[in-house]
Nanobody, 114 residues
Framework: QVHLVESGGGLVQPGGSLRLSCAAS????????MGWYRQAPGKQREFVAT???????VYEDSVQGRFTVSRDNTKNMVYLQMNSLKPEDTAVYSC????????WGQGTQVTVSS
C-alpha cells in the first residue's frame, strides 16, 4: 500500500503562482511514476504532468511552459510548480503514484480568481 498526501493548494489571482507538494509513504518501489492530475467542476479528471523516478517528464499541452513537475526521491516527494496561473486552471489537483499499481491522493483545491 502507498499513501499520498497533497498540500499547497489555495486561492491565487490570475498570473500568480502556487507550489503543490505530495508526500508518498508506505511500500515505495525505487522505480515508479509520480505526478499530477486535476478535475475541474463538472469535468472529467485530466492529466497534468508526470515524472519518472529517473526524471523524465511529460506535460499536458495547456500547462507546458507554465508548470514544472519535480521530485525528491530521497524524500518520496513530488512537486508541481505552477506559474502564470489562469482561471481555467481551477480544479482539485490529485497526486498519483504508479509502480504497476496506481494510487491516488485525496486532492488539494486550487482556485484561480480575482
Amino acid at each position: 500500500q502507498v499513501h499520498l498526501v497533497e498540500s499547497g493548494g489555495g486561492l491565487v489571482q490570475p498570473g500568480g503562482s502556487l507550489r503543490l507538494s505530495c508526500a508518498a509513504s508506505g511500500n515505495i518501489f525505487s522505480i515508479n511514476l509520480m505526478g499530477w492530475y486535476r478535475q475541474a467542476p463538472g469535468k472529467q479528471r485530466e492529466f497534468v504532468a508526470t515524472i519518472t523516478s529517473g526524471g523524465d517528464t511529460v506535460y499536458e499541452d495547456s500547462v507546458q511552459g507554465r508548470f514544472t513537475v519535480s521530485r525528491d526521491n530521497t524524500k518520496n516527494m513530488v512537486y508541481l510548480q505552477m506559474n502564470s496561473l489562469k482561471p481555467e486552471d481551477t480544479a482539485v489537483y490529485s497526486c498519483i503514484y504508479d509502480d504497476g499499481e496506481t494510487y491516488w491522493g485525496q486532492g488539494t483545491q486550487v482556485t484561480v480568481s480575482s
